[in-house]
């Protein structure tokens, strides 16, 4: 579905803060995966997702969506297909539009260009869609999205990606600016949507057992470098204990995350 290939990444090259963060980095997505991406702060996660949507170019290598070299595209041409929500909650929608409107801009973004309006039909259809959030959202069409909660928030910037049909789905700790119980139910909506549409996606947690429960393939970063990479049944027997005793084992020290340490 997306693949990176060969991709080098240098920050700030030749100065004093020189940082290459990926050097020779490959990775391929399948479509219908649904990956959880784990690791130490600074690991390349984040950056990562910049590469897969355009943010960064690589400075060398390649990255080839559905067979086709989109290496040079823009951020706003692959947007097309690529839907990625933040930790921010703020982030994914305009505060200063209603919630029909916001949605709208999405719905259209899924049809591809054809000219679409707003009509009676289509708000129902919109109402249903926030009923099923399960976040009192269903009749605040009209309301700015600037009045809703963060959990609100999140939740309808899920919805609205979904509505957008993206091929690719990129999770960047999504949950993590939520309290627990909202934390909770974006997750599930999340897992209930990725599976409802069988959307490719990539989601980055701090949370090692949401990185276990979740998905049908884990990968663990460390400086730049996917140092595992877990699927299937070795996936579903894994445990926190063996994920940091399987980090310690290959990389020769032990898994250091500020938040994954309180998560556990
Ligand atoms: N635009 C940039 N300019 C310079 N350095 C950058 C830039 N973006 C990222 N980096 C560096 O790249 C490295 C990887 O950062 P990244 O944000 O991808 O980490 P992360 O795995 O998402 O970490 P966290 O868990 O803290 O979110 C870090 O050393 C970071 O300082
Ligand atoms: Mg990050």
């Known amino acids: 579905m997306i ?5 080098t990444l240098i920050f700030n090259a030749g100065t004093p803060n020189e940082n290459r963060v990926f050097e020779a980095f490959n990775l391929t997505v399948g479509k219908g995966e649904f990956i ?3 690791g130490s702060n600074g690991a390349g996660k984040s950056t990562l997702f910049n590469l897969l949507s355009g943010t960064v170019m690589p400075d060398s290598g390649r990255i080839v969506l559905n067979g086709r070299d989109v290496t040079k595209e823009p951020e ?3 947007a097309k297909t690529i ?10 929608t305009a505060s200063n539009m209603t919630l029909e409107d916001n949605m709208m801009v999405c719905f259209k973004k899924g049809f591809k260009g054809l000219r679409i309006g707003l009509n009676r039909k289509r708000r129902e259809f919109f109402k249903e869609q926030l009923k099923f959030l ?3 959202l269903e009749d605040r069409l009209k309301d700015n999205v ?3 909660s963060g959990g609100q928030r999140q939740a309808l910037t899920l919805l609205m990606m979904v509505l957008s049909r993206p091929e690719l789905v990129l999770l960047d700790e ?4 939520l309290d627990p119980r909202n934390a909770e139910i974006v997750l599930r909506l999340t897992t209930h949507f990725v599976k409802e549409y069988g959307l490719t996606t990539l989601m980055v947690t701090h949370n090692m057992q949401h990185a276990i429960d979740l998905g049908n393939r884990l990968l663990m970063m460390d400086s730049g470098e996917v140092v595992l990479d877990i699927r299937g049944e070795e996936k579903q027997h894994l445990t926190v204990e063996k994920l ?5 084992k290959v990389r020769n020290k032990q898994f250091t995350n500020d938040e994954a340490l309180l998560s556990r």
Request: no cysteine; glycine share 12%.
């Open 36 to 38: 959880t991406v784990i």
């Open 244 to 248: 940091v005793a399987m980090f310690s």
């Open 83 to 92: 839907g990625r929500i933040f930790q921010d909650p703020l982030a994914g």
């Open 76 to 78: 706003f041409k692959r």
């Open 134 to 136: 399960d976040m009192g």
């Open 174 to 177: 999504h949950t993590a600016a």
């Open 3 to 7: 693949a990176i290939e060969d991709a």
């Open 146 to 148: 600037g009045l809703l």
